[in-house]
Antibody, heavy 122, light 107 residues
């Protein structure tokens, strides 16, 4: 079955760019949507955005000005870039596959990666 | 659409039934998904659509919805069901939302 694994620096300085990659294994990266979600320590989940394998994207309006999600199907991974980070961006970052059911419009996230903690600090 | 609302915490006696609810405007148009998160672990999908369980999720978990409220019911709660539960929804623009989460305690 599909498995996801996040990777990237665990520490980023304020005002710099956070960069993470999610590698897809056990299944095809094509014909699917791929999402990023984050969770600040002790808090709830926040959706960041998703990308379709073809490259079309959809972002959380509150983060849109700072977020870029890209996909590299040849390398079977997709990536997140978040610019101008502050301490408020400290969180566990998860990647997940978004499944959208045509007709009903229902969507859900499955599976999820194990998550990676990114701390923003000087 | 704004974030769906959930009760902060709910408790249930071992073996009893508990319902976790999620309320929001978006739920009038799109069915919710539900995620279970245990401490230090990634969320796991436990329900999607009105009442669809992914493979491997026990059948004591069920889902329902009415109007702008979605519910996740655990019939015969077990100790291993103690976790945070998040509902997920979407709006007409495809933006995804999560409820604030419900901490379930099994007594």
């Amino acid at each position: 079955q599909v498995q996801l694994q996040e990777s990237g620096p665990g520490l980023v300085k304020p005002s710099e760019t956070l960069s993470l990659t999610c590698t897809v294994s056990g299944g095809s990266i094509s014909s699917s949507y791929w999402s990023w979600i984050r969770q600040p320590p002790g808090k709830g989940l926040e959706w960041i955005g998703y990308i379709y394998y073809s490259g079309s994207t959809n972002y959380n309006p509150s983060l849109k000005s700072r977020v870029t999600i890209s996909v590299d199907t040849s390398k079977r991974h997709f990536s997140l870039k978040l610019t101008a980070v502050t301490t408020a961006d400290t969180a566990v970052y998860y990647c997940a596959r978004r499944i959208a059911e045509t007709g009903t419009g229902i969507n859900w996230l499955d599976p999820w990666g194990q998550g990676t903690l990114v701390t923003v600090s000087s | 659409s704004s974030e769906p609302t959930q009760d902060t915490a709910v408790s249930v006696a071992l073996g009893q039934t508990v319902r976790i609810t999620c309320q929001g405007d978006s739920l009038s148009n799109y069915d919710a998904s539900w995620y279970q998160q245990k401490p230090g672990q990634a969320p796991v999908l436990v329900m999607y659509g009105k009442d669809n369980r992914p493979s491997g999720i026990p059948d004591r978990f069920s889902g329902s919805s009415s109007g702008n409220t979605a519910s996740l019911t655990i019939t015969g709660a077990q100790a291993e069901d103690e976790a945070d539960y998040y509902c997920g929804s979407r709006d007409s623009n495809g933006h995804h939302f999560f409820g604030g989460g419900t901490k379930l305690t099994v007594l």
